[in-house]
Nanobody, 127 residues
Framework: QVQLAESGGGVVQAGGSLRLACAAS????????MGWFRQAPGKEREFVGA????????YYSESVKGRFAISTDTAKTTIYLQMNRLKPDDTAVYYC????????????????????WGQGTLVTVAS
C-alpha cells in the first residue's frame, strides 16, 4: 500500500525559506509522477510543481517558478520542495501527491486526480 508522508512545514517570515519533504513507501516509484499541491483557506487546491521520477520532466506553476525547486533522492523514494523568497500568499497546506500512470502534463493541469496523497503539512508565511 502506497503511503506518502510530508514533513518540513512551519512558520517562516516573508522572504525566508523552507524545505518540505515527502517520503514515499509501499511501491516502486521509478516511473511515477510525484508533486506538490497546496490549498489556502477558502481557496481551491492549486498545483505547485511536479516531476517524473524517471528524471525526464519537471513543471512548476507560474506563481512559484523561479522561487521553488523540486528535487529527489537517489533512491527515488523522496521528493523535496525547496521554497525560497516565500510570500504571505504562499501560506497554505501543502500536499504531496503521486501517480503511477506517468501523465505529467495531466497531473500538472489537474486533469487527473492523483492516486495517492499525503496528509498535508501547513506552511505559514508571516508578513
Amino acid at each position: 500500500q502506497v503511503q506518502l508522508a510530508e514533513s518540513g512545514g512551519g512558520v517562516v517570515q516573508a522572504g525566508g525559506s523552507l524545505r518540505l519533504a515527502c517520503a514515499a513507501s509501499g511501491g516502486n516509484f521509478g516511473n511515477y509522477v510525484m508533486g506538490w499541491f497546496r490549498q489556502a483557506p477558502g481557496k481551491e487546491r492549486e498545483f505547485v510543481g511536479a516531476t517524473r521520477m524517471a528524471g525526464d520532466g519537471t513543471y512548476y506553476s507560474e506563481s512559484v517558478k523561479g522561487r521553488f525547486a523540486i528535487s529527489t533522492d537517489t533512491a527515488k523514494t523522496t521528493i523535496y520542495l525547496q521554497m525560497n523568497r516565500l510570500k504571505p500568499d504562499d501560506t497554505a497546506v501543502y500536499y504531496c501527491a503521486a501517480d503511477s500512470r506517468g501523465w505529467l502534463i495531466a497531473f500538472t493541469q489537474q486533469r487527473i486526480d492523483p492516486q495517492h496523497w499525503g496528509q498535508g503539512t501547513l506552511v505559514t508565511v508571516a508578513s
